[in-house]
């Protein structure tokens, strides 16, 4: 795997090891994020397998917040969950050849520009579709080297071309000031724009009543 060769792999095993917090935030977007597989899944068949690979998984959470969505949900079928990052050992070893659907959060920002497209070439290679959520601001988390863990601050559209490179479809799922949401896919298959919205609900629902009101009171003064 190309993503093993970064130049700040390193850094990143430095800080995992060091006991420190980090890589642990993206379980947040769970809901969100089941919403796409419950909609992949359903239109290539509930009778089929459909795998999942959290693409530099950090320590989150998320597979097993999702994991326990989908049972929930598909309790009849085979979806299967996996992780790999190349920066932590314990999943420095990618667990699959293939699959049916990458999440990939927060990680290509971490990389240098002229790296962006070995990742890109990976997930590609291994799967049809894949899921990005990317910071478009500098990071508020230094790397041991002094340097701002985000390497790559680019404008969400800027993300957009270069993801289109290697994935025929991309669409917006969701834009803020600080970030961007991306589903890629090889062939057309689904309504993306009902999934944007499903995505956004269901974020919305996640969230603490403080938090949703606040969010709709933005959404009303937009």
């Known amino acids: ?94 667990p699959v050849d293939e699959c049916d659907m990458v999440i990939n959060t927060d990680v290509l920002e971490h990389l240098d520009e002229n790296e962006i497209s070995l990742i890109l070439e990976d997930i590609r290679g291994i799967a049809p579709r894949a899921f990005f959520a990317i910071s478009t601001r500098p990071a508020s988390t230094q790397l041991p080297s002094g340097e701002n863990a985000h390497a790559t601050v680019k404008e969400g559209d800027w993300w957009m071309a270069r993801i289109n490179e290697y994935f025929p479809h991309v669409s917006k799922i969701s834009q803020e000031q600080d970030s961007i949401l991306i589903l890629a896919t090889a062939k057309k298959v689904i309504d993306t724009e009902k999934i944007a919205a499903d995505f956004r609900a269901a974020i919305v629902r996640s969230k603490p009543f403080h938090k949703r009101l606040g969010i709709k009171l933005k959404q009303l003064l937009q």
């Not at 919403?35 to 998984?57: H, S, Y």
Request: proline letters at 3%.
């Open 1 to 94: 795997m190309k993503s093993g060769r970064t130049r700040n792999l390193k850094q990143y095993s430095e800080i995992y090891t060091s006991g420190k917090r980090y890589g642990e935030g993206s379980w947040r977007m769970a809901d969100g994020i089941h919403v796409i597989i419950d909609a992949l899944v359903r239109f290539e068949g509930l009778d089929r397998k459909f795998t999942v690979l959290d693409f530099g998984c950090g320590r989150s959470p998320l597979i097993e917040t999702l994991d326990e969505k989908i049972q929930k949900t598909h309790p009849n079928h085979q979806i299967s969950f996996f992780r790999y990052d190349p920066a932590i050992l314990d999943f420095s070893i990618c």
